[in-house]
């Protein structure tokens, strides 16, 4: 199974890794799209993802859902707590308020009802909640988009669906500031399939200049090798997942762009055009810093003027023309994919499979490369796993393709992990209790010991000769482990 792909909504760039890949968890925990708590916690904070986050009408709720007080009490805690929070702690409680409604929650419009009104769940779009005059209404009355008196549960969420970028579903007043919603329920389309929903891609892609009318030709409607190529290259300009699929966020993209990318979009697109236009010299980071990821006014005015000096009627929408121009002329330099000479470290890892899933991945996994047999390895190991724990193992830093060096950060001209150039060594996150996707030690009051030596007992049982680096005295007294400087943080496993 793919790791599922997180659309770029308002504020992500306010997330680490480390939280987004515990939302992905905590979604697969309570089986929901993960897209789905990334839109309500981007609303509900005000696109800061702060735990600290306070509301603005002085209600007393904080956070990343926005936690009443009797919500906190309710969860063992208080709001002072959780706003004291580092926001990958609050997921806990995040996952805590949900848990209850597990299941349930298939559509975005239930999703954020099981926020703000859980009688509401799986009563439909249309069913009204509150209604003119009363005082829930008044508290509430923005959310009458067509104003006729009456919120229903389409008006209530479209303001949180706006954040994951795709057609309005429901009817606003000419006056108003579209809406934009994503699809509840998306075919994913991907290599070997065919058909008109294939050949409506491939022509997307020709508009947006990915593919040529001769490429399409090759294959009208089939989603071969050139399909595949053109949709990782948009992934790889719109800062997606390079997976290769036309995939829930990659449509959510397209859409965006095909209902006009314009002044008040929000999300998708509009960061890795604001970064364009930065190398343009036609933003400033200055600027950029003041709305990442939202479509203002001195966007508009950096597009524009981009617009002109490319003889474009400068609408200041970004128009296929425009992106085209944009995306061709100012590309952002991607990092150096630094490879070696090895051309049996050629295989990568998936982003995730039963049993496991990975962390701090460097983007297109250019970190997460080793021999086919290495890789095999770990994939028979998580699945193995899998047969007796849900807690999922967190595979890091394998080797480059070919054996490439990894640079230091702040030293480009050091080398680190001289033992990663094989293709056949990995690094593993020590197991935290609860199955938390948080870096421990083995000093770690959250260090789940028991889960970790169970870890090291299955990967000597299925793999004899394997060495494991890992600094846990016991593990070490076990003989399951060996002592080796830098090794309290994770576990290096030498495949054999």
């Known amino acids: 199974m793919l790791m599922p792909s997180l659309v770029n909504v308002p504020g992500i760039e306010n997330t680490t890794d480390e939280f987004r890949q515990k939302v992905i968890q905590i979604a697969a925990n309570l089986e929901i799209d993960p897209n789905f708590l990334l839109a309500i916690m981007s609303f509900e904070s005000g696109a800061s993802f702060s735990p600290a986050k306070k509301n603005a009408a002085g209600s007393g709720a904080v956070g990343l859902i926005q936690f009443m007080p009797s919500t906190a009490r ?83 969420a479209s303001r949180v669906k706006q954040r994951l970028g795709a057609p309005p579903s429901v009817q606003v007043p000419p006056d108003r500031t579209p809406v934009n919603v994503v699809p509840p329920n998306v075919t994913v389309l991907s290599k070997g399939m065919s058909g008109p929903e294939v050949e409506a891609l491939q022509d997307e892609l020709i508009d947006l200049g990915y593919m040529t009318l001769a490429e399409k030709k090759t294959g009208p409607g089939t989603f071969g090798q050139k399909t595949e190529a053109a949709v990782t290259a948009f992934q790889h300009d719109n800062l997606l ?94 990092p150096t994919k630094v490879q070696g000479t090895n051309e049996a470290i050629d295989t990568i890892l998936p982003p995730s499979g039963p049993g496991y899933t990975v962390y701090n991945r460097e983007p297109g996994g250019t970190d997460q490369f080793g021999t086919q047999t290495a890789i095999h390895a770990l994939q028979d190991l998580a699945q193995a796993w899998a047969q007796t724990q849900r807690v999922l193992i967190q595979y890091g830093d394998i080797s480059r393709r070919g054996g490439g060096p990894f640079f230091n950060a702040q030293n480009p001209k050091k080398v680190d992990h001289a033992d990663h150039k094989e293709g056949r060594a990995v690094d593993i996150r020590p197991m935290a209790k609860g199955g938390a996707f948080v870096p421990v030690t083995f000093n770690s009051s959250n260090y789940d010991a028991a889960l970790t030596k169970q870890l090291c007992v299955l990967i000597k049982q299925k793999f004899p000769n394997s060495v494991i680096l890992f600094n846990d005295p016991k593990l070490i007294a076990a003989g399951l482990t060996k002592q080796h400087a830098g090794h309290n943080n994770h576990l290096h496993w030498l495949i054999k």
């Open 74 to 156: 309710g969860l063992g805690t208080t709001t002072a707590a959780l706003a004291a929070m580092t926001a990958v702690r609050q997921l806990d409680f995040v996952e805590k308020y949900f848990m209850p409604f597990k299941g349930r929650l298939k559509t975005i419009e239930d999703a954020y009802m099981a926020v703000l009104f859980p009688k509401a769940i799986g009563k439909g779009s249309g069913f009204v909640l509150f209604t003119r005059p009363s005082k829930q209404y008044t508290q509430n009355r923005g959310l009458d988009l067509d104003g006729d008196g009456r919120i229903t549960v389409a008006e209530a």
């Open 241 to 334: 997942a390079e997976n290769g699929t036309y995939d829930a966020a990659t449509q959510a993209a397209v859409k965006q762009l095909q209902n006009g990318v314009q002044l008040g979009s929000e999300g998708g697109v509009v960061l890795p055009m604001q970064n364009r236009l930065v190398a343009a010299k036609l933003l400033t980071p200055q600027q950029l810093a003041t709305g990442p990821g939202t479509f203002g006014q001195k966007t508009q005015k950096a597009l524009m003027q981009f617009q002109l000096d490319h003889n474009i009627h400068p609408t200041g929408v970004l128009t296929a023309e425009t992106y085209q121009a944009l995306y061709k002329t100012v590309p952002v330099i991607p």
